[in-house]
């Protein structure tokens, strides 16, 4: 169950050598008048399946910079802004406290959809007083509804555990991942090996599942039993890192065609499914500050959103929910250039320009680090420059000699800036979609969630 290595020093100049990114090719297809009059009598009968969509540490300006980045680079609105304007959604601002505090985790927050409770961060389904709640899969699977856990972490991540298990500890990922298989989750796809031991993995099998661990093996499947896939030791890698590498791309699936095989798997369940699905790795971006890997893996998980809504025009007694548990770093595009109105150059004229330089970065800071671990401060900044294709002015050459004061040093070039590398307690975009989205009013708390989506599908 190896993993695909991380890139090394060996190879760095030729991953960092490739051509411009090419995203996905999958196309988008017309979201009519048919599809909002389908939608909207839909959505006065019962869900009887749900798909929730999770864009894991999303501050709403990521969502708004890959609006404006398909926009500028590739001439074409993201699936989700196109879904806004032509569909009959439900908007609502979510609430993200936890029960320890105004800024949650993880955990924490994806307890609030699997009990409906708000607990203390680091736990997952824990009640500050030790209750152990049923979970939100334990519930559809009384119902007989299948479930499936989709995600670029790995699977054992505490978004996706949320939904479905109970430990003191979101660390506790060997527990997670024995709890999957324990309370019957049908398909678990994500990264993580390193949690799944081999007699676990044997348990997995004796118990009717099937195992895939490549993109091959996934796309090949074409099985009926319960599924788990895991494609990396750790977490999947970055979407602007698997775009640059052939070894990558050929050896891990995309966020889409992981979700495309979990809805073939669950699709036939005679009482419907609840399938979760999390693009993981844009709160990793957040956390370090890496506004071209944020932007990038928002955009995967904007693809998948085009291959849910194909799903549901075959299947429109389907609830979907978009949505994310908080935002990370404080991701903004801000405005560079001057400030005097008074002149003949438009005020923030660089910013627009600035914000175009991000479609000629080629790696993520985490294999960047990696990759130059060794590099003396000068071999650094020339690997810099090489994978972003920027030219740093000398008075920021002497400051940039890792990662960290790389990134700092970006705002000025592309007019990407944070605030932090921590997690943060603003009020996120929640949309719904399809049977059932007429009961998410346009103020919700996230511990309102649970409750909602049971009624929606008729479960409470």
Known sequence: MSPPRSPSRRNFLKLAGLGSL??????????????????????????????????????????????????????????????????????????????????????????????????????????????????????????????????????????????????????????????????????????????????????????????????????????????????????????????????????????????????????????????????????????????????RDQIAFDETIATVLAFIGKHPDTLLIITTDHGTGGFNVNGLGSEDFDTTVPSYAESSPAFDRLAGFKMSLEVLKVATKDFSPKDFLAAAEKVTGLKFKPADQVKIIDPKTLSAALMKYTSIGWTSNNHTGEMVEFCTYGPGSQLFTPHLRNDQVHAKLLQATGVA
Not at 172 to 187: F, H, P, S, T
């Open 22 to 295: 090419v995203f996905g090719a999958g196309s988008t297809r017309a979201l009519g008048e048919d599809h909002r009059e389908a939608a909207a009598n839909s959505a006065k009968r019962q869900a009887k399946n749900v798909i929730f969509m999770v864009s894991d540490g999303m501050c709403f300006s990521v969502l708004t910079a890959a609006q404006t980045f398909l926009t500028r680079t590739e001439k074409r609105s993201s699936n989700w802004m196109k879904m806004y304007g032509e569909l009959p959604v439900v908007r609502s601002l979510c609430e993200t406290d936890s029960a320890s505090g105004i800024v949650t985790d993880s955990a924490a927050a994806a307890s609030c959809w699997g009990i409906g409770e708000r607990i203390n961060n680091g736990a997952v389904n824990v009640t500050p007083d030790g209750r152990k709640p049923a979970t939100l899969v334990q519930k559809m699977n009384a119902a007989r509804k299948r479930c499936g856990l989709v995600t670029t972490a790995t699977a054992t991540h505490a978004t996706p555990a949320g939904f479905a298990t109970t430990v003191a500890k979101r660390s506790d990922q060997k527990v997670i991942a024995a709890q999957y298989l324990e309370r019957g989750v049908d398909v678990v796809l994500g990264g993580g090996t390193m949690y799944f031991n081999e007699d676990l993995v044997a348990a997995y099998r004796k118990a009717g599942y099937g195992v895939v661990l490549n993109r091959g093996q996934l796309l090949a499947d074409t099985g009926k039993a319960p599924l788990l896939g895991l494609f990396s030791r750790s977490h999947m890698p970055f979407e602007i890192d698997r775009l640059q590498s052939p070894e990558l791309q050929a050896a891990t699936p995309t966020l889409s065609e992981m979700t495309k095989v979990a809805l073939q798997r669950l699709s036939s369940a005679p009482e419907g499914f609840f399938l979760m699905v999390e693009g993981g790795r844009i709160d990793h971006a957040a956390h370090g500050n890496d506004g071209a890997a944020a932007i």
